[in-house]
């Protein structure tokens, strides 16, 4: 219940926009997010592909943290056994993209959309009983709306799912693209 009414209280925030904007690097927050998130990986035979260059966008560290988390714990809930989720940041035409790929199972393309709003789950025979209380990703839409970036999901090949979230980069803040500040998370990420 405590785990709910935080949730709610992000979507809240999120829905009311930013006060403030600063300079947040995805590629950092991400590998902060996956080293957390590893051990729960390891545990449930799930493996994490990372690919993280620099990505800078304008926004709130605190939401954004929550925006990787979400697409993260997403990702991990709803997979399969020997399951992969791959996590990739970096700059697309002057964009901080941050893409969330996980296997799963087959996800309706005519859903997605659905899944997106709040309380909104798949039936359990698609997903099973994952305890999910289908706020995740609509904080996660909320969260992006918040910062002026566009999110895209489709189904992925063979099933799962494939978020990715596209932010506005600061030009003052913009290293220009190939350059990375943030090495891979340190966590034995499978190949």
């Given at each position: ?104 199972p087959p996800v309706p393309a005519g859903q997605i959309q659905r899944l997106l709003q709040p309380f909104q789950r798949l039936s ?68």
């Open positions: 219940q405590e785990h709910l009414i935080e949730a709610l209280l992000t979507l809240a925030r999120s829905q009311r926009g930013l006060d403030h904007r600063e300079p947040v690097d995805l590629a950092e927050v991400t590998s902060r997010v996956l080293v957390a998130r590893y051990p729960q990986a390891q545990a449930r035979g799930l493996g994490i592909d990372a690919t993280l260059a620099a990505a800078l966008a304008a926004g709130d560290p605190g939401l954004a943290e929550r925006l990787v988390a979400n697409l993260t714990d997403n990702a991990l809930r709803y997979n399969v056994p020997g399951g992969r989720v791959e996590v990739t940041t970096g700059i697309r035409d002057g964009h901080a993209v941050l893409r969330v790929a996980n296997t799963g359990p025979d698609r997903t099973g009983e994952h305890g999910g209380s289908g706020l995740g990703l609509s904080i996660v839409a909320a969260i992006a709306k918040a910062h002026g970036a566009a999110i895209s999901a489709r189904p992925g090949q063979g099933g799962g799912l494939t978020i990715e979230v596209t932010f506005a980069a600061p030009a003052a803040c913009h290293d220009g693209p190939g350059r990375s500040s943030v090495p891979a998370p340190q966590v034995p990420l499978h190949r």
